[in-house]
Antibody, heavy 122, light 113 residues
Framework: EVQLVESGGGLVHPGGSLRLSCAAS????????MHWVRQALGKGLEYVSVISSGGDRRDYANSVKGRFTISRDNFKNMVYLQMGSLRAEDMAVYYC???????????????WGQGALVTVSS | QSALTQPASVSGSPRQSITISCTGTNSDVGGYNYVSWYQQHPGKAPKLIIY???KRPSGVSIRFSGSKSGTTASLMISGLQPDDEADYYCSSYSGDDTFGGCLFGTGTKVTVL
């Protein structure tokens, strides 16, 4: 059974930093691109970031480019999202998702974690 | 790039069938057979229920079916059940300057009367 478990969410002041982690199990982790998708309270889904199966390619939505960094550890089956210079508009539930296809192919989110809530407030 | 357009809400009685539309352009829905649908119950993570317009992942009920005509994709739920009450989001590949080529719909709240 595929499992994705996020951690690291919490309250952070505007301008602060936070690192989200996602522990993956139940599938061949190093064969899949991994993604982060966020959802503000009561709002729709926003695609945030992707990292290739090997970790050598990564990309970001314009809204977070230059402030967020995605990474992965294929030995530990972990994917991370380092978030910096956080703004009120970054406040959302962040979901880790397994891609059906690898980086560069069209995106289908096969499995999702339960989400990690990031609250940005002074 | 604007989000794909979905009706805000759709409702139906148990055992009825409903259809949710997802309207885009020739640069996304109309140009590719790469439409997915996700179901999201309140407080839960989204779940993939349709991909590649009309394919169901293993374990997804056959009551869910997808189709596409021109620039509009559709999700039909037949034999509506109380557990189908959820939010539904479509997604499409976009050939325009969209991050990751991934465009989400605005979301539709399905209510079972």
């Amino acid at each position: 059974e595929v499992q994705l478990v996020e951690s690291g969410g919490g309250l952070v002041h505007p301008g602060g930093s936070l690192r989200l982690s996602c522990a993956a199990s139940g599938f061949s982790f190093n064969s899949h691109a991994m993604h982060w998708v966020r959802q503000a309270l009561g709002k729709g889904l926003e695609y945030v970031s992707v990292i290739s199966s090997g970790g050598d390619r990564r990309d970001y939505a314009n809204s977070v480019k230059g402030r967020f960094t995605i990474s992965r550890d294929n030995f530990k089956n972990m994917v991370y999202l380092q978030m910096g210079s956080l703004r009120a508009e970054d406040m959302a539930v962040y979901y880790c998702a397994r891609g059906r296809y690898d980086y560069g192919d069209y995106v289908v989110f096969d499995d999702w974690g339960q989400g990690a809530l990031v609250t940005v407030s002074s | 790039q604007s989000a794909l357009t979905q009706p805000a809400s759709v409702s139906g009685s148990p055992r009825q069938s409903i259809t949710i539309s997802c309207t885009g352009t020739n640069s996304d829905v109309g140009g590719y057979n790469y439409v997915s649908w996700y179901q999201q119950h309140p407080g839960k993570a989204p779940k993939l229920i349709i991909y590649d317009v009309n394919k169901r992942p293993s374990g997804v009920s056959i009551r869910f079916s997808g189709s596409k005509s021109g620039t509009t994709a559709s999700l039909m739920i037949s034999g509506l059940q109380p557990d189908d009450e959820a939010d539904y989001y479509c997604s499409s590949y976009s050939g325009d300057d969209t991050f990751g080529g991934c465009l989400f719909g605005t979301g539709t709240k399905v209510t079972v009367l």
